[in-house]
């Protein structure tokens, strides 16, 4: 069932960061698109989720306000927006949620979003050096500063969190000293967006996926290891989900684990898609015909692409079906498995490095807990070399025909 849905309330942003999936990585059908999300349309939302909460006995949601950058949208239209929410839902628990650049959030923005019990998550990637690269206006000057003072503001204000994309340039260590100089409580990391056809800068094409090429792994153990290692460590919801995990829990989202990934996108013109970030395949592909203005929440079960993408950790290729790590891994997020040729029929960009970092996890809780607990949880090690070798001898063998075609229907080939 989809229960989070992430509101496109502005289609444009102060920004121009260099690796966004929105406007850099290859699709341009934001341009069609109004640049607000209209009081009537989030009415309309609201209305349709009524009828869909009522129907499917679903009292919790998740609202979040995305863009672009959903700062641009006026302050007016959230007061309206989550009145209308509350209001035309009044028997459901919402959770708002505000993801943001941070620039120009003031004093004021966390005063109103305090105000609606919207919780403020902020885009951060690390030391001004760095930050700067990448997080830039469209004139070219980096937004490290206004970001920085959001952070320093919201800390007593309620900011929920930093979000920050993994660079390789960074070391953990920088990384992690520039958060613990900010007081940021908890942090979260994404690897970057990218996809067979169109790698991440950081990674050399000639050998991704081969043995012991795993730069993303390597950076993420060495920054495990500072964080564990600190006795006044922040949140971390990366590694905190991985281990969670290897424990055997059923945890999870649309990158790790086997959970479903309830998450759909409302568009400013009303449009339910999938998660936005699939964009980065090729141009068009979220599109469909389905409109809140005209299609019941319940139209985007019917749409293929986000058949796949809800059910992403089932759908997956046979290599992850096989793989001793695939209830942790999960095959990875959709768009880093994609490739023109096979579609989303592949391991994800980051398969190695799954494995070498999910290893050294699962192997370092072993080596923390005693025998008998070990066996009770039904945890042994495993070993990065040993999972790559029996992977390599797998190349066929997908039990089910149906799901490998699904997986195919997007090759370009
Ligand atoms: S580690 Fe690789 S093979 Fe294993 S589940 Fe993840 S993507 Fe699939």
Redesign the pocket.
């Given at each position: 069932m989809v229960t989070s849905f992430v509101l496109k309330v502005a289609s444009r942003c102060n920004l121009n960061c260099s690796y966004c999936y929105m406007y850099n990585l290859g699709d341009k059908t934001y341009l069609k698109q109004p640049k607000f999300m209209s009081i009537h349309t989030i009415k309309t939302f609201a209305e349709k989720l009524s009828r869909y909460s009522t129907e499917n006995g679903l009292k919790a949601f998740q609202i979040v306000f995305h863009g672009g950058e959903p700062l641009l949208f006026p302050k007016e239209f959230y007061k309206e927006s989550v009145r209308i929410f509350t209001e035309t839902l009044n028997d459901s628990y919402f959770d708002f949620v505000i993801q943001t650049n941070g620039v120009g959030l003031d004093e004021d923005w966390y005063a109103l979003f305090d105000e609606l019990n919207i919780r403020v998550g902020i885009s951060m990637d690390g030391p001004k050096e760095y930050h700067d690269k990448y997080r830039v206006f469209h004139n070219g000057k980096g937004s490290y500063d206004e970001v920085r003072h959001a952070i320093q503001i919201g800390l007593d204000k309620g900011m929920h969190g930093v979000l920050s994309v993994v660079n390789l340039n960074i070391t953990p260590r920088e990384l992690y000293q520039e958060f613990k100089n900010l007081n940021i409580p908890s942090f979260n990391l994404l690897l970057p967006d990218g996809h067979f056809d169109k790698l991440p800068d950081d990674i050399l094409p000639e050998k991704i996926n081969t043995h012991g090429y795993t730069p993303f792994a390597d950076w993420l153990i060495e920054l495990f290891q500072i964080w564990k290692n600190d006795p006044d460590r922040p949140n971390m919801r990366f590694f905190k989900t991985l281990i969670q995990l290897v424990a055997g829990e059923e945890v999870g989202d649309q990158m790790v684990g086997l959970k479903k990934n309830g998450v759909a996108v409302v568009e400013t013109n009303g449009n339910l898609e999938v998660a936005d970030s699939i964009r980065a395949c090729y141009e068009g592909i979220t599109r469909n015909n389905i409109n809140i203005h005209t299609h019941e929440i319940a139209a985007i079960l019917e749409d293929p692409l986000f058949d796949v993408y809800i059910n992403s950790h089932q759908m997956?290729?046979a290599?992850?079906l096989h793989?001793p790590?695939?209830e942790i891994?999960?095959?990875?997020f959709l768009l880093n498995?994609y490739s023109n040729e096979k579609g989303f029929d592949n391991?994800?960009i980051?398969?190695?490095d799954?494995?070498k970092l999910?290893s050294y996890i699962q192997n370092d809780l072993i080596d923390s807990l005693p025998e008998e607990v070990c066996e009770e949880m039904q945890l042994t090690r495993v070993s990065y070399d040993d999972?790559v070798q029996e992977?390599e001898n797998i190349n066929e063998g997908f039990p089910q025909q149906e799901i490998k075609e699904k997986l195919l229907a997007y090759s370009l080939a």
């Open positions: 997956v290729n290599k992850c793989c790590i695939y891994c999960g095959g990875g498995r391991p994800t980051y398969c190695h799954m494995i999910v999972i992977l």
